[in-house]
């Protein structure tokens, strides 16, 4: 069964894939940081989808596990999308950690090998 952190990332996690930052932007505390390799740090989705946009057309996510502690969330699985040309990618691993306070999400630490295949 699935808890409420577990229920709590992946409501977040479709919003994004959605692309609806209010929904997404309601289900993190004040403070909240998505830390991406490199140490790139973003405190707003408005600031992620920016940064996102001139790197993939869209990604979604297939999950392979949840890993549920209730104050902190791994996520796995595979990555797949589109680059800025149109071209499709998938099978590109992910791992996200996500820390949970009062019912929000607090940070999200994102790792994944996009940069290692993304098209130069």
């Known amino acids: 069964m699935m808890g409420p952190s577990e229920k709590l990332v992946r409501d977040y996690l479709l919003a994004m894939e959605e692309r609806d930052p ?42 392979d596990h949840f890993d549920d502690a209730g104050q902190v969330v791994f996520s796995s699985g595979t990555l797949h999308g589109e680059w800025p040309d149109g071209t499709p990618f998938s099978g590109i691993r992910f791992i996200d950690r996500f820390e949970i306070v009062n019912g929000k999400l607090a940070r999200q630490d994102v790792w994944n090998d996009m940069a290692e295949l993304r098209p130069r």
Do not use: C, H, N
């Open 22 to 63: 209010p929904r997404a932007q309601a289900m993190l505390a004040e403070g909240f940081a998505m830390v991406f390799p490199g140490d790139i740090r973003m405190t707003s989705i408005t600031a992620v989808l920016e940064w996102a946009a001139p790197r993939y057309r869209f990604v979604k996510k297939t999950f």
